[in-house]
DNA sequence: AAGTGGTCTAGACCACGGC
DNA sequence: CCGTGGTCTAGACCACTTC
């Protein structure tokens, strides 16, 4: 019975790709109904537990959405919340265009704490980088972000005065981003940052710390922003 | 073959209640290995896939991890980001004993974004509790809390100075609270709040406002709270 | 009643990990 | 090498929804 075709890709991914890219391609919208489990054998010539695994974990992944006894249908489009995204991408989401100006980029070596937190050892060597970041003209934020220097070597030599730091990461060194810790309050802005801001001294500014985590669960990035109120809200939703 | 039990729970339940409750007794712990696919086939006298299910499920809760050619081993105890927490217990998770004040609590009838965003009508009546947040004996937070009045009658007959309002409205109205969408921002504190938070005029305040939904998916209530800079750190994780 | 997903069997072969 | 999980077969009966 079996067709011995290409092995490679199990059959269970190859049912779950094809009715992936139906909805992509918008053959297949949300409360539509897939092709049952037995079609679906009948289909790809395989048999029910197979055809099976395939919907039981799309409907894990929430791309769709099993009824008993009533079929299996096209979830609504999923809304993601908490996502990690870099500063270009976060202006892009909300149909801006970004860019920095690099105030400073170099190694420095005294910042133990940070260095403990990415876990590097006592007096590890850290590319530190310092930029104002703007949306349109405005001057938005002030962000220094740490990484280790030993892993980054030639880091401070790609511009990163229009390319995306994620980018540069999972393009130049394969590091693949996964989730950050984060912690925000408030401060006041201060004489040197009212200036790079253009506000007043006492205005407050939201401060984010992000401890930045490979798919490996590696500590990879250590970022410390500073962003101006009015100008930048934190969206977060918050499970029970 | 079937040995023919009670129907009620199938096979795969059982065996995955069964681990559950040897890893809540301590019997299982943190890295141990469970029992292979092979063996809870052969304890519980089902087939290899009754197994495979219960251990791949469980796997997907994030109870246990699976390691192909290794084996199926407990999982480190899951800690839950993004938690939605009262006030109270926010507190108590840190800590410390919660208190309140009440500064005013009554029915109010112009404010139509809240409404709105309640998804009540156009004036409707709302309950408005505003409260000030100790921390021991020091003031850290303003909170204003806004619900349908029609929903919750007798909502202002009870004392919330020390009773949590997320306990009144689960154990009085049966009202079950799911998730909460949250802005995040700064502001500066201004005169009043200055004197209630016992801080500058200029201080940085962190500024939340969540709009808190209950498990059927409706908006229940809006609390908009300002939080002592130094005092109240909010921290959550994002994902890739 | 017909069709759907939910549970289950009694095996099979393969790919991977650790000894 | 042996044991592990990963994929898969060719069916079965039950529970549920829809008509």
Do not use: W
């Not at 007043?200 to 798919?215: G, K, M, N, V, Y």
Request: aromatic content about 6%.
């Amino acid at each position: 019975m079996k067709v011995l075709i290409e092995k490679a890709e199990p059959a269970y991914r190859r049912i779950q790709s094809a009715i992936r890219e139906r909805i992509e391609a918008g053959t297949l919208n949300p409360g539509d109904m897939v092709e049952s489990e037995r079609e679906l054998a009948r289909i790809y010539s395989v048999s029910l537990m197979t055809a099976r695994h395939a919907l039981t974990d799309l409907a894990r992944e929430g791309v769709v959405e099993r009824r008993h006894g009533a079929g299996t249908f096209v979830a609504p489009p999923k809304i993601h919340f908490n996502k990690l995204l870099g500063y270009t991408e976060q202006m892009a989401s909300v149909g801006l265009t970004a860019h920095s100006r690099v105030l400073s980029a170099g190694i420095v070596k005294g910042e133990h704490e940070i260095a403990a937190r990415l876990g590097l050892p006592h007096g590890a060597a850290l590319v530190h980088i310092e930029r104002v970041r703007f949306a349109g003209n405005d001057p938005i934020a002030h962000e220094s972000c740490y990484l280790s220097a030993e892993e980054f070597r030639g880091l401070l030599d790609v511009s990163l005065d229009r390319v995306s730091l994620f980018t540069v990461l999972q393009q130049n060194y394969g590091v693949e981003l996964a989730y950050s810790d984060e912690e925000i309050d408030a401060t006041d802005a201060g004489h040197d940052l009212a200036v790079l801001l253009h506000v007043e001294r006492d205005a407050a500014l939201l401060r984010i710390h992000q401890l930045i985590f490979s798919t490996s669960g590696r500590p990879v990035l250590y970022v410390r922003g500073l962003y101006r109120s009015g100008r930048h809200t934190v969206r977060i939703r918050r499970f029970r």
